[in-house]
């Protein structure tokens, strides 16, 4: 029994894993409810609806204002609680029960266990949340926030055909997607400008990193830490087909980083601008380039 009882809204993606932990969500909200807390569990039938619902619950003021909010399901989900706590001092924690759970992974939330990753919540909800960064993209359609990884290139059309399948189930369909979109694989030419310098690059792949990977565990930046103050720009030059299969089993291990097509850099603010690209955040879709990317230190107030 907590010896100190919180107001805690849980959020739950019913799609999580395409439904196939849809127990998850309920579970949590009993462990919850016996440990002591004040629970309201939101669940909506879409992601927009339940970002309202969770708004709206976070946003109750006076003795009714939640001190902290749980998200079970993926990166997506991670992306709701990213986007409505940035810079509000209210906390989130991560159930993971999603296809890639990357941020999870990052923060070092067991991903196997129901209760190991609940034992980890119980902890923080106690000890006190851990402050990290995020980053912020400021597009045509306004600012998205981030905890994980922005994508703006072959990884970002990835991702973009990712979404759109509903087979097969789990971290495997980015693996698929990714061989599927090998085919017209090219490098572009961006414009980038990292704090203040511009410059012309051609590129197959570019991300921008608060946390280590993305994909489902694909450790694009091995060396990215949530709380330092920077984000990690992470490029690969051109490359053939052939070139790029070997370098892909490299980055689950991280032993990419000394190729010398691959380069990356910490910074606290790039502009990426490239023509046909869509950029993601956290496997969320923001839009078209350009984007420009900033560091806001502290924006994060994390259960973990």
């Given at each position: 029994?907590?010896t100190?009882?919180?107001?805690?809204v849980?959020?739950?993606?019913p799609?999580?894993?395409f439904?196939?932990r849809s127990a998850?969500?309920p579970?949590?909200?009993?462990?919850?409810?016996?440990?002591?807390?004040?629970?309201?569990?939101?669940?909506?039938?879409?992601?927009?609806?339940?970002t309202?619902?969770?708004?709206?619950?976070?946003?109750a003021?006076?003795?009714?204002?939640a001190?902290?909010?749980?998200v079970?399901?993926?990166?997506?989900?991670?992306?709701?609680?990213?986007?409505?706590?940035?810079e509000?001092?209210?906390p989130?924690?991560?159930?993971p029960?999603?296809?890639g759970n990357d941020?999870?992974?990052?923060l070092?939330?067991?991903?196997?266990?129901l209760?190991?990753?609940?034992?980890?919540?119980?902890?923080?909800?106690?000890?006190?949340?851990?402050?990290i960064?995020a980053?912020?993209v400021?597009?045509a359609?306004?600012?998205t926030w981030?905890?994980g990884?922005?994508?703006?290139?072959?990884?970002?059309?990835?991702?973009?055909r990712?979404?759109?399948?509903?087979?097969p189930?789990?971290?495997?369909?980015?693996?698929?997607?990714?061989?599927a979109?090998?085919?017209?694989?090219?490098?572009?030419s961006?414009?980038?400008t990292?704090?203040?310098?511009?410059?012309?690059v051609?590129?197959s792949?570019?991300?921008?990193?608060?946390?280590?990977?993305l994909?489902?565990?694909?450790?694009?930046?091995p060396?990215?830490?949530?709380?330092?103050?920077?984000?990690?720009?992470?490029?690969?030059?051109?490359?053939s087909?052939v070139?790029?299969?070997?370098?892909?089993?490299?980055?689950?291990?991280?032993?990419?980083?000394?190729?010398?097509?691959?380069?990356?850099?910490?910074?606290?603010?790039?502009?990426?601008?490239?023509?046909?690209?869509?950029a993601?955040?956290?496997?969320e879709r923001?839009?078209?380039?350009?984007?420009?990317v900033e560091v806001?230190p502290?924006?994060?107030?994390i259960?973990?």
């Amino acid at each position: 029994m907590p010896t100190s009882p919180k107001r805690i809204v849980v959020a739950i993606n019913p799609s999580a894993s395409f439904g196939s932990r849809s127990a998850t969500g309920p579970k949590v909200v009993d462990a919850l409810a016996a440990d002591g807390h004040d629970v309201t569990a939101v669940a909506q039938p879409d992601f927009a609806s339940l970002t309202s619902a969770v708004r709206q619950a976070l946003d109750a003021g006076g003795p009714a204002a939640a001190d902290a909010l749980v998200v079970v399901g993926g990166d997506g989900m991670v992306s709701l609680a990213v986007n409505v706590t940035a810079e509000t001092g209210i906390p989130f924690g991560i159930i993971p029960s999603g296809t890639g759970n990357d941020m999870a992974r990052g923060l070092g939330i067991p991903l196997d266990s129901l209760d190991d990753a609940l034992a980890v919540l119980r902890t923080a909800l106690s000890a006190g949340a851990r402050t990290i960064d995020a980053g912020r993209v400021h597009h045509a359609g306004g600012s998205t926030w981030f905890g994980g990884v922005l994508s703006a290139g072959f990884d970002a059309l990835v991702n973009e055909r990712a979404n759109r399948m509903k087979r097969p189930r789990g971290a495997s369909r980015y693996v698929i997607a990714l061989l599927a979109e090998l085919v017209t694989l090219r490098a572009r030419s961006y414009e980038l400008t990292v704090d203040g310098a511009r410059s012309i690059v051609s590129a197959s792949l570019i991300a921008v990193a608060n946390n280590r990977s993305l994909g489902g565990g694909m450790t694009v930046t091995p060396d990215a830490v949530l709380d330092d103050g920077l984000l990690d720009l992470f490029r690969v030059g051109a490359l053939s087909r052939v070139r790029f299969l070997r370098l892909f089993p490299k980055v689950f291990s991280g032993s990419h980083t000394g190729l010398d097509i691959v380069d990356i850099s910490r910074v606290s603010r790039v502009s990426i601008d490239a023509d046909d690209v869509i950029a993601y955040a956290d496997g969320e879709r923001v839009g078209p380039l350009p984007v420009e990317v900033e560091v806001v230190p502290g924006a994060l107030r994390i259960l973990a």
